[in-house]
């Protein structure tokens, strides 16, 4: 939805118009000022649209498919509501957080793994979007390969998605390791901080 103001001033016309917009594909605001013939747009916020949602190009483009076992794959239907947990002990061990929301695997490297308590607020870097069918990988990516190392599934199952805005996403996971109400948080760039919602009292 665009607010917009045109404004008069002393019988001539300005052509001062200032939108906000949300972008659905980044989740940012941006206000755009138009008048006297320039265009100035600037972000309120700090993420760009092309550093939220990389998609799955920049995820083929960073992978020798004929080298290493993971899988290619294709955006899915956008209804899927899985996430999983695999273990990645790369040149440093991390745990890869994957959502499935809007036809692929959304993403966040944390190096200190999910926290299974209330409280705990662990790193959360944003990486590029995985293919649905990454869901289910677990193998060794060889090396010289971008990601070299042993992937493992920690934890799958499913989630629900309570409240999304541009600055978290609140969702409760129901899997085999992990359960409860967890809200990722962006704090700057790619950074986001995960941590276990507590649970409300009755």
């Not at 404004?7 to 200032?18: A, K």
């Not at 020798?64 to 794959?73: V, Y």
């Not at 649905?132 to 990516?141: E, L, Q, S």
């Not at 409760?172 to 409300?200: I, P, Q």
Request: negative net charge; glycine residues 12%; proline residues 3%.
């Amino acid at each position: 939805m665009d607010f917009c103001d045109l404004n008069h001033t002393t019988g001539i016309y300005y052509g001062i118009m200032i939108c906000l917009y949300r972008v659905s594909v980044n989740r940012s605001l941006y206000l755009t000022e138009r008048g006297s013939g320039t265009i100035i747009s600037l972000t309120v916020g700090v993420v760009a649209p092309d550093e939220v949602k990389m998609g799955l190009e920049d995820y083929r483009q960073k992978r020798e498919f004929g080298r290493t076992p993971e899988p290619a794959g294709e955006a899915g239907s956008g209804e899927g509501n899985r996430f999983v947990v695999q273990k990645h002990q790369a040149s440093h061990l991390h745990y890869d957080f994957r959502l499935e929301m809007e036809g692929v695997l959304r993403s966040w490297a944390v190096p200190k793994g999910v926290p299974d308590i209330s409280g705990v607020r662990r790193l959360a870097v944003q990486t590029e979007d995985h293919p649905v069918d990454y869901i289910d990988f677990a193998g060794t990516i060889p090396g010289g390969e971008y990601g070299a190392g042993t992937v493992e599934i920690w934890d799958k199952g499913t989630f629900r998605l309570d409240r999304e805005t541009a600055a978290q996403l609140e969702f409760t996971l129901e899997g085999e390791r992990l359960s409860g109400a967890y809200v990722l948080v962006h704090t700057d760039g790619k950074n986001w901080l995960l941590l276990k919602r507590k649970e409300k009292s009755h």
